[in-house]
């Protein structure tokens, strides 16, 4: 069973009943319970968004798309069905409400419990999920808030989480540097230095050949360029 429950817009608890339950008392496929939900959502000008849900399936551990449906919507839906099928949703109904108005009811229903405590392990896994595709971003905005000046392009890629070779990569392809002729040094463009996200320092290095030292511009990567380029690696705007 999977009877859930939303909040309401006056902050109460509102019964629900998802696509997939009611697959499972009509009897039919869950991806043409999907088909008809979305249907009526287009049919009442709705925003189908609002009723998203995400479960996992424990055995593959594979996330799914549903719809959970408060009670107007589900019966709106299985409207066009046999009376047999209305029937099934109405008494589906009806025990939900049952166990909303009376909690002792659901600690005494074992489907019920079910119910809430794979809802809550949903929950939980989707939550790990986004931990561990936000640590590499925290670590990198860690590393941020304690750089005190510019750096070059190998630590900047270090302190945001990425190879160096993907991040020059992307900085030519975004337009932030290029490479006089498809080579050399990167050097940065006019406007990303004008907007204090990207430096030239003077660098002096050895000339084994010729014998002698030489001085290069040396691109370099401000603290100001750092927190931008950490918000559009994770989905900013330029």
Same mark, same amino acid.
């Given at each position: 069973? %999977?009877? *859930? ?8 608890? &509102?019964?629900?009943?998802?696509? $997939?339950?009611?697959?499972? &008392? ?33 055995? %593959?551990?594979?996330?799914? $798309?549903?719809? &959970?449906?408060?009670? @107007? ?8 069905? @046999? ?8 008494? $589906? ?20 419990? $079910? ?14 999920? #986004? ?12 590393? &941020?808030e304690t750089s005190e000046g510019s750096v070059g392009p190998r630590l900047a890629a270090k302190m945001l989480n990425m190879p160096e070779k993907k991040f020059t990569s992307w900085l030519q392809t975004n337009r932030w540097a290029f490479r006089q002729n498809g080579i050399g040094p990167l050097q940065a463009y006019v406007d990303k230095r004008d907007r ?29 360029? *750092? #927190? ?11």
């Open positions: 069973m %999977n009877d *859930l429950m939303h909040s309401g817009s006056g902050g109460g608890t &509102l019964p629900t009943m998802s696509t $997939r339950e009611i697959a499972e &008392l009509t009897s039919k496929k869950h991806q043409h319970v999907m088909r008809d939900a979305g249907a009526m959502f287009k049919a009442l000008d709705m925003d189908q968004e609002g009723y998203v849900h995400f479960w996992t399936d424990p055995q %593959n551990g594979q996330r799914y $798309r549903e719809f &959970l449906l408060p009670k @107007d919507l589900t019966l709106t839906l299985v409207a066009g069905y @046999d009376i047999q099928l209305r029937h099934r949703i109405v008494k $589906r109904l009806e025990e939900i409400e049952a166990r909303v108005s009376d909690p002792m009811v659901a600690l005494n229903d074992a489907a019920a419990l $079910r119910g809430f405590l794979l809802t809550y392990s949903e929950k939980v896994i989707a939550l790990e999920h #986004k931990v561990e595709e936000l640590a590499p971003k925290a670590e990198a905005l860690d590393l &941020l204090g996200y990207l430096e030239h320092r003077p660098h002096t290095y050895r000339d084994q050949v010729r014998g002698e030292d030489r001085t290069i511009a040396q691109m370099m990567i401000t603290p100001k360029g *750092l #927190k931008r380029l950490a918000e559009r690696l994770s989905g900013g705007r330029a």
